[in-house]
């Protein structure tokens, strides 16, 4: 079955800089990848997804970048704020599947 | 703003006791999915349904765990009887998929989530 490791476990950034994370994933049928973002005692919530036939996807301070022959994916968050501060799982599903297999999730911390 | 709503937030029950967690899927979705958060396994995909049929539930522990879509719109997940162990954040999420010439549609939107607590 699928498997996504992803990488940092946490990330602590300054106010304004730049934040990357990123996963890979075993599948190569794998043809969705999205990001979320859950904040301390929150649900998780959908900020970007990316599907298979995109190399790129932008949403204003954040992109997603997939790479398919390394089968790897990352998520930019650029001029980064202390809003930012959550955690994020990235997720994958298969092309046959209707279920997502998630990341072990990065703590980002953004301090002012 | 549509979302998925799920009762009750929160639970304290005693282990042994039986825990029923409801959720209502976003209004036209027809996917369903219960997920289980902790801080050592991360999410963990227990069990989903397209259409109310259940499509898998390899994720959940069969002898204690139950999941059901009595209609459209009600999930629920019935832990009986509960341990220690299953302490944890339950997510309910749903999603729309589509039929193929109606294009692909992925997206899951999640619900608040039911904190059970099992002493």
């Known amino acids: 079955g699928e498997n996504v490791e992803q990488h940092p476990s946490t990330l602590s950034v300054q106010e304004g800089d730049s934040a990357v994370i990123k996963c890979t994933y075993s599948?190569?049928?794998?043809?969705?990848f999205p990001w979320y973002k859950q904040e301390l005692g929150k649900r998780p919530q959908l900020i970007i997804d990316?599907?298979?036939?995109?190399g790129e996807k932008k949403d204003q301070r954040i992109a997603v970048t997939l790479n398919k022959t390394a089968k790897h994916f990352s998520l930019h968050i650029t001029e980064t704020q202390p809003e930012d501060s959550a955690v994020y799982f990235c997720?994958?599903?298969?092309?046959?599947?209707?279920?997502?297999?998630f990341g072990t999730g990065t703590r980002l911390l953004v301090s002012p | 703003d549509a979302r998925v709503t799920q009762t009750p937030r929160h639970k304290v029950t005693e282990m042994g006791q039986e825990v029923t967690m409801r959720c209502q899927p976003i209004?036209?979705?027809?996917?369903v999915f219960w997920y289980r958060q902790t801080m050592m396994q991360g999410l963990e995909l227990l069990a989903y349904?397209?259409?109310?049929?259940?499509?898998?539930d390899s994720g959940m522990p069969k002898d204690r765990f139950s999941a059901e879509m009595p209609d459209a719109t009600l999930a629920t997940l019935k832990i009986q009887p509960s341990e220690p162990r299953d302490s944890a954040v339950y997510f309910c999420?749903?999603?729309?998929?589509?039929?193929?010439?109606?294009?692909?549609?992925?997206?899951?939107?999640f619900g608040p989530g039911t904190r059970l607590t099992v002493t």
């Open positions: 599948d190569s049928a794998s043809n969705y």
């Open positions: 990316i599907r298979s036939n995109v």
């Open positions: 349904f397209r259409n109310r049929a259940p499509l898998d």
């Open positions: 999420a749903s999603g729309l998929v589509l039929p193929p010439l109606a294009g692909p549609s992925y997206e899951q939107y």
């Open positions: 209004l036209g979705h027809n996917t």
């Open positions: 997720a994958a599903r298969h092309t046959g599947f209707q279920k997502l297999v």
